[in-house]
């Protein structure tokens, strides 16, 4: 079975950066979209940004608008999230989530059926 793979979490101090990658354990990622998401115990996954990969197409949360950039690498087969000026309250747990079609982009958790194993992501104040 194809499993997604998270990795660049980390510790950071707030106003810093991290770029995390979610790429395939086949090193092909044959999703029509891939979605980033993060959660904190005791509270629902929370969406980030999504793209689509036939046109590049994407969608950020308010939260981190102008903050964070989802982008895919197609030498790498991977969707790579940038994350800049971090802040504390983007301590979470970082999940890829990916689906097989893509009419519209999608921000609900519940609307992706394959889900990587998540990266922590620590930003210090």
């Known amino acids: 079975q194809v499993q997604l793979v998270e990795s660049g979490g980390g510790l950071v101090q707030a106003g810093g950066s991290l770029r995390l990658s979610c790429a395939t354990s086949t090193g092909t990622l044959n999703y029509a979209m891939v979605a980033w998401f993060r959660q904190v115990p005791g509270q629902e996954r929370e969406f980030v940004a999504a793209i689509r990969w036939s046109d590049g197409s994407t969608v950020h949360a308010d939260s981190v608008k102008g903050r964070f950039l989802i982008s895919r690498d197609n030498a790498k087969n991977a969707v790579d999230l940038q994350m800049n000026s971090l802040k504390p309250d983007d301590t979470a747990v970082y999940f890829c989530?990916?689906?097989?079609?893509?009419?519209?982009?999608?921000?609900?958790?519940?609307?992706?059926?394959?889900w990587g194993q998540g990266t922590q992501v620590t930003v210090s104040s």
């Open positions: 989530g990916a689906r097989l079609s893509a009419v519209r982009i999608r921000t609900a958790a519940s609307d992706y059926g394959y």
